[in-house]
């Protein structure tokens, strides 16, 4: 399907092009031992942690040595130049060496090698520094995004990128900065993850960080995020039109879904599509709860039981309307944990705020608390160490305060 939401289909692609696999081998696991005093992450001239999702070609012989070969992909770049990515052989090994050893690997013997593999280490900001909004609590109006903050990887840059960006316009035009939240987005939960609890290795986004993840679906960014690029101006009038329109009209059908009913009265209808009826009366929409009723089930089994319901046909509407029905009791106890999080995240922290100076609370969250320096309750709560006793503690000394 597209990636925007501003198309409806795709345009016809050209053939897709061939990717191979072969494997490393026990010769060239030998000549990479022999020459590990080459690499630059091995001979001292790198001090860096490497990312932990990639790990370079020695690492992996020497961190997996009991394995006796890795698997390698050769990916075809470009439709018109005969060019190959090595996937799998990520290196900081001399370029004569990276040569010799590919020409080891089945398939490779006469390889020839357009451009070397290389290591680059770099410097990086603790993100602990930073705010929510990615400025810096060390100088106002400093924003800082992307692999400085110690992230790996082009998504997470363009992900802090744009929420430093947004942030630093807001500031320079005197008006309050964005939030992207845990619920709201992935972005949210990288920055999250960045500024609470920092990095000690190149920090990569996974879905698996989200505990909101089942909110946080590809289908549904819109509904998530357009209002808010809306609010600070990155939404166009089309898009916004569009939107809206879509939004209508996922609206209009879950209504007419949560409106029609059916019941044990129904028997004879439910009878005739090989289902058992419900004892009690439920919606159409509650009806898709069960497993084997699709949103064209229920609509089957509404016009049978005497239910019309009229939805649009655009196939995204009808997504989010099945989505919807389908996922309803686990995205409203999702929803709760939602509410219970929202609150912790309204509770504001003053930026002043003396950690040092608060009664009661345990020298190891004084002194975390006092470093990460908080926004809110809700960040403090995921501050690592932290005890639940200690943000009851807060609260209380927050309310008082007031």
């Not at 925007?4 to 345009?11: A, M, N, Q, R, W």
């Not at 490497?50 to 890795?70: L, N």
């Not at 705020?353 to 608390?369: P, R, T, V, W």
Request: charged share 25%; proline share 4%; hydrophobic share 40%.
């Amino acid at each position: 399907g597209p990636v925007s939401f501003l198309h409806d289909h795709t345009y016809p692609r050209k053939d897709l092009l061939p990717c191979w696999q072969t494997h490393t081998n026990a010769d060239m696991h030998g000549l990479i031992r022999e020459r590990l005093h080459e690499s630059a992450m091995y001979s001292g001239q790198i001090e860096g942690i490497g990312p932990r999702y990639c790990p370079s070609i020695e690492d992996k012989i020497v961190r997996f040595a009991d394995k006796e070969s890795h698997p390698i992909f050769m990916e075809v770049e470009d439709w018109n130049i005969d060019s190959v990515y090595v996937q799998g052989v990520s290196t900081s090994l001399p370029a004569q060496t990276q040569l010799d050893m590919l020409r080891t690997v089945r398939g490779l013997e006469q390889v020839e090698m357009i451009r070397p593999g290389y290591a680059v280490e770099y410097d990086m900001a603790d993100p602990l520094q930073l705010t929510p909004h990615l400025m810096s609590k060390l100088m106002d109006g400093l924003f800082l995004a992307g692999q400085v903050n110690g992230t790996s990887g082009y998504e997470e840059a363009a992900g802090q990128g744009i929420v430093a960006g947004i942030n630093a316009a807001l500031m320079a035009s005197d008006q309050p900065g964005v939030d992207l939240t845990r619920d709201q987005s992935f972005i949210g939960v990288m920055i999250d993850d960045l500024v609470t609890k920092g990095v000690d290795d190149p920090y990569r986004m996974l879905t698996a960080r989200a505990e909101h993840r089942l909110l946080l679906r590809h289908d549904n960014a819109d509904t998530r995020l357009t209002p808010l690029g809306r609010t600070v101006g990155l939404v166009d009038d089309r898009r916004w039109e569009r939107f809206t329109l879509k939004q209508e009209r996922i609206q209009d059908g879950l209504s007419q879904l949560q409106t029609a009913s059916v019941s044990i009265a129904d028997a004879e209808a439910f009878a005739g599509l090989d289902l058992v009826a419900p004892r009690d009366r439920v919606s159409l929409f509650e009806l898709m709860r069960r497993p084997e009723i699709s949103l064209e089930k229920a609509l089957e089994i509404g016009a049978a039981c005497g239910q019309e319901v009229t939805l649009h046909e655009a196939v995204d509407v009808r997504e989010q309307i099945e989505l919807a029905g389908i996922y309803d009791g686990y995205l409203q106890r999702q929803g709760r944990l939602t509410d219970q999080a929202k609150k912790l995240e309204g509770m504001r922290i003053p930026s002043a705020f003396d950690f040092k100076a608060m009664k009661g609370l345990s020298h190891e969250s004084k002194d975390k608390l006092s470093r990460v320096k908080p926004t809110t309750v809700g960040q403090a709560s995921r501050v690592p160490g932290v005890r639940m006793s200690d943000v009851a503690l807060l609260i209380g000394h927050l309310k008082a305060g007031r």
